[in-house]
Each structure stands twice: as C-alpha cells, then as structure tokens.
C-alpha cells in the first residue's frame, strides 16, 4: 500500500484537497478536508438584497430553463427529445443540485461518489418520464412500460444491500423482525401487512391511495385526513409502540424527508412504504438501483442530451415577465448577462424562487405562508486505503446503518464493482440529516462552524463503530458538501398547500418545476414536474 502520508503530499499538490486554513487538529491528523457550501453564497446574496448588476450583454432564446437540477434536467431532455433547439438551460450554482457528484483520485484510480442522492427505488407505473430515460440510459433492457421491466444487473443493488449494527452484532436488513421479542415481531408483521393492504388500496375515486408521483394520488378525504396528523399521533393512535419499529421508522423519516415522525404528516409517512410499487423481471419487490456516484449518473445522462450549445453556465439573479415575454437577468462567465424568453420554466428550489422571481404572489404563492419546512443535510465521503475489518458471519454491505443513531449511516462507492478482489481504495459516504434542531438553528450552525466541527460531526459513526485509530489511519481525504436547505419536508398540511397547488397549475409564460411542488425531495417527482414544464412549454 501507498503511504498515507505520501498520498497526502500527492493529493494536496494535485487534486486540490487541501486542508482548510485554521484547523489545527486535521492538519495534526494529516487528513485533507475539502467543504463544499453548493449555492451558499448565491443563496445569502439573494436573500441580503445584493444590488443587481447591469448587463453585458443579451440572449434571445424560445424558452429558458432555470435550473439544472433533476427538474431543469428533465424538462431540458423533454425539449431536446422533441426537437425543439430553440431553449436554453441555465445551470444555476451547482449543475445537478441535489443529484450531484464528486471524484477522488486515489493511488489506485479515479473512485466516484454522491454528493447527493444515492439510490432509486423501482419506478412505480406511473413514472413514465423515469422509466422513459432509465431505457434511454440501457438501465431499463426491455418492457419499459411493462409492469415488470428487465433492468441492468450493473444497477442493480447486489447483495449485502443493507445491514443493521444492533446490540452489538450487525443483522441482514434494517428492520430486525428476527432478532428481537415476539411481542415486537408481531408489532413488525402487522405495520408491513398494513403498508402492504395500503399500497393496494384505491380511493373513492378510483386512484391508488398512495402513487409516485404524488399528483396522480387519490383525493379522497378518508385518506386526505391524515395530511392533518403527525406520522408519530397516528402510530400511537394505531399501537404501534415497538421500540425497535419505532426506532426503524425515526430513522426512515429521518433519511426520506430529513424529519424526525413528529414533523412529519402521517400521510407523508404512509406514502413512503405504500407508494412506489415498482417490480421487476429480474429482481425482487422493492429493490434499489445505484451506481458509485450515486443520481449523478442519470443526472450526466439527461445532460448528455442537451446541446452544449443549449447550456449555460450561472445562475438567475432576477426573473419578471414584461410585454415580450419573461426576462431573465443570470450570471455567467462573461459576466451579467440579460435573457429574454418566450417562455421560461422556474426549476429552482421554491426557497429560491422566492426571491428570485419579482412577482411569485401574483401565481397565488406566498412565501410566508405556503414555502414548505426545508430540512438542513450534511454529506462526507472519506476516501479510504483498504476497508476496515468487519465479522466474518455479517461483511460489509452497500448501505450500513446504526440503530438509534443520529446519523444514517454509510454507503459504499465502490460496492457494486463486481470484482475478484476488493479495490485497493474506496469511498464511504455517510449521511446525516441535522433532525435533531430546528431548521433555522441547524443552517446558523453550517454556515459558522469550522472544518474541524464538521469533521467531528461528519466522522463520528465510522469512528464510534470502527474506532478512531482505524478510521484515522485509513482516511486519505475527506470531502463535505454541506446542504442548508437539501430537502423539503412534507409537514402536516403539505398536501392542502394552496400555494404549492398554484405554481403546479401555472401555464403561462413562466412555468414552475420542482420537487418541492410535491412538497417532498425525490428524484421521481422532480422528473414529473420538469418533463411535464417541458411539454407545456412545447404546447
């Protein structure tokens, strides 16, 4: 093996993984550590009132994307896939957003990793723009649209997928149905055989209860109550009390929605286990797709399919809309340029387009009243020479989880490298949503603290279970990505949200694509709202 120490000289002098100015005890450690803020800076100018800039120049175009998140991605890939060149896709601050990607280059080669997102579920029959591109991508082999789809084995998750650290022994799975009492077993059966019943349940009005994406979800009042309850009222209400289960649960709200059960509306909770539903030819119910970085794959897929010459990069300062359509003022390279659009689609984070967009009231959206809670994240990826050592009867798998922690665990980059021997290096990616503050206290803390804090914080389940000595001597270097406002939470109330509703609805010159129209942050939902702008725009 490469000495730590001389990677290090290498990595500082060539990969730009410096340590950071002021943090006495990583440049002791001898770790390079790399903080990334994506669109901090941008976002404070925005909020501050920084005064606008004059433009240089001026582009004319058919319509304008902003944003290249999932949402600007997919509504870009929909214009370009219809044969319609006359756009331009603006990539905002951090092209990919929350879908976005990074790179070490260890002594052993280049290893990806997400600095976002992670995996895909199956997607639901109602996906199509998702199973449209999965297809595009060879990810989906055959029958796209069929009830069961033939997907890639490289996609696929392979065993170990997932593994649960509890009472001091690693257990297959993240809920331990088989390793704790009868009385919490049963409790387990019974919540799994309720979602079951509830992802086959139709309303009133015929629509599955619960549907990915969200918007082709039954509105029946019966099952619309439950937007007006906790997720942790309706498990108490209900009996379920298992430690164990509940533990699990705080964990899936956690990493879903970045809320602990008692942020979260009991409908949002639900929806989560009873939604999706998306088989396979070639796999079992419920499994993951993922790739070493993550969502960024599909995200460089869709980009692939834009024109480079239809992409821009900066980021919107000031959107309005006068007599000759949408009029956009961006930064760029070449400085502060002026977009005028015949139609423009917003697919920036609503906490964004709030203050981007002059007149967002006049859509019935009010950002006091109608902007959803947004869940504060922060993502490490350690790059690492060798793996720790693990038990022979429970070996690491691709997501590694402790139970009751406040962190969500790990997962593995270079898991799904189907290989004789384990690589030489990897990336182990470790999660962690700030549930355990509120929102606003939680960002005050990631803008202030210092690389040494958030070392701490980022490091501190591999170093509880592992030890500190093995995580230190292992780690090359460390990469954050720190994500004030990562995620939206679906909050009591999200699904009557008028203002929420409104942007959905809007089909004039400026059209509106997120996922934080869903009022919740997946891939699927961002696919929806973008490709659907797309063919609104072409309409």
């Known amino acids: 093996m490469i000495g730590r120490r001389r990677f290090i000289a290498a990595a500082t002098a060539t990969a730009g993984l410096a340590a950071l100015p002021g943090c006495r005890r990583l440049e002791h450690l001898g770790i390079p550590v790399t903080v990334l803020r994506p669109g901090m800076e941008a976002g404070h100018a925005l909020r501050e009132r920084a005064p606008l800039p004059a433009a240089r120049r001026e582009i004319h175009t058919g319509v304008a994307i902003l944003g290249s998140g999932i949402a600007g991605l997919s509504a870009a890939w929909r214009l370009a896939k219809e044969g319609h060149d006359d756009h331009l896709l603006v990539s905002g601050p951090e092209p990919f957003g929350n879908a976005s990607g990074g790179r070490f280059d260890s002594p052993s080669g280049p290893l990806a990793f997400p600095r976002g997102a992670h995996y895909l579920p199956l997607p639901s029959l109602e996906s199509t723009p998702v199973r449209e591109l999965l297809h595009e991508l060879g990810v989906i082999e055959a029958d796209p649209f069929g009830p069961r789809p033939r997907f890639s084995e490289a996609a696929l998750v392979h065993a170990p997928d997932e593994r649960l650290y509890l009472d001091g022994a ?51 009042p019966a099952f619309r109550r439950l937007d007006g309850i906790t997720f942790s009222a309706w498990l108490a209400a209900e009996g379920y009390s298992a430690p164990s289960l509940r533990t699990y649960l705080d964990y899936v709200c956690r990493d879903e929605y970045g809320a602990t059960p008692d942020k979260v509306s009991a409908w949002a909770g639900l929806h989560y286990f009873a939604s999706r539903g998306g088989q396979a030819a070639n796999a079992a119910d419920g499994s993951l797709l993922t790739w070493p970085d993550g969502l960024a794959f599909l995200a460089r897929g869709l980009a692939a399919r834009v024109p480079a010459t239809r992409q821009l990069a900066g980021h919107a300062l000031a959107v309005g809309e006068d007599r000759h359509g949408v009029s956009i003022l961006c930064t760029s390279a070449d400085g ?25 009231r006049d859509y019935g959206f009010d950002p006091a009243a109608h902007l959803p809670p947004q869940a504060p994240w922060l993502v490490a990826n350690f790059l690492l020479e060798g793996f720790p050592p693990e038990p022979a009867d429970a070996p ?55 690389a040494e804090a958030l070392f701490d914080v980022a490091a501190e389940e591999l170093r509880g279970h592992y030890g500190h000595f093995e995580i230190w001597r292992r780690t090359l270097a460390v990469e954050i990505s720190l994500r004030g406002h990562g995620m939206a939470v679906p909050a009591c109330g999200s699904l009557a949200n008028p203002g929420l509703a409104a942007l959905r609805e809007a089909d004039g010159r400026l059209l509106f694509a997120h996922s934080d129209l869903s009022g919740y942050s997946v891939f699927e939902e961002a696919a929806w709202w973008g490709d659907r702008a797309g063919r609104e725009a072409l309409g």
């Open 396 to 450: 690491l798998a691709w997501d590694n989880v402790i139970a009751g922690s406040r962190g969500l665990g790990w997962v593995v980059s270079t898991h799904q490298l189907i290989r004789a021997a384990r690589p030489a290096h990897t990336v182990f990616t470790a999660y962690r949503a700030l549930a355990d503050q509120t929102p606003q206290d939680a960002r005050a803390w990631l803008a202030a603290a210092s």
């Open 336 to 360: 502060p340029v002026h977009i005028r659009a015949r139609r423009a689609i917003c697919a920036m984070p609503l906490h964004v387009a709030a203050r981007v967009v002059g007149n967002i």
């Open 170 to 220: 690693w257990h297959d799975g993240l809920l331990p149905t088989a390793h704790v009492g009868a009385a919490e077993a049963a409790q387990h059966r019974r919540f799994l055989d309720r979602m079951n019943a509830l992802a086959h349940t139709r309303g009133a009005d015929g629509r599955r209860v619960f549907c990915v994406p969200l918007v082709l979800s039954s509105a029946d």
